[in-house]
């Protein structure tokens, strides 16, 4: 069982360039959720997804995209990557029941040039 | 908004001995979860141990325990028996449980904590 599974782990860009960041999982959770984590911060939230074919905006969604079209898949992309999003950005996951925690991928340093 | 606050930035503790990492949070929700996630240098998030709102008996999980005052909206940690393999960023995190935002994970800025041989 894989859990959450995220791509690459590292990525280096250049001011202007686009990438997608992927996230897999394999637990059949509804709810998914892209985070970044900047130098001596906390994780905030990106944006989320209760569901294949719903996305909302979390904290920080500005110069961010998502799409959710299976239930597996919660791809999080980068039009025109900015310094300010320099940052290590994780994946998660959680089926939404009682006080089960999120499941989180091993994450992703970007760093942009 | 909820917010969560680990006014510690860092902390040390001895091998062996118990440490306490702080954590308060602001809410006007009556039912809720907190957690507190451990992060150590390979920039994994392990969940330590979670609380729910509507238990008054404190979580424990082997030498991790909290002592959660709902009144005060306090959701300290307790590391008794301190490991090397103790030493993080250790993460308190807050989030509800029905309507919108539910389960959606609100975090505090960390604690780092060293463990001194």
Known sequence: NA???QTPK???????QSMTLQCTQDMNHNYMYWYRQDPGMGLKLIYYSVGAGITDKGEVP???NVSRSTTEDFPLRLELAAPSQTSVYFCASVNGQGNSPLHFGNGTRLTVT | ???VTQSQPEMSVQEAETVTLSCTYDTSESDYYLFWYKQPPSRQMILVIRQEAYKQQNATENRFSVNFQKAAKSFSLKISDSQLGDAAMYFCAYTRTSGAGSYQLTFGKGTKLSVIP
């Open chain 1, 3 to 5: 859990g959450v599974t």
């Open chain 1, 10 to 16: 590292f990525r280096i860009l250049k001011i202007g």
């Open chain 1, 62 to 64: 500005n110069g961010y």
């Open chain 2, 1 to 3: 908004a909820q917010t």
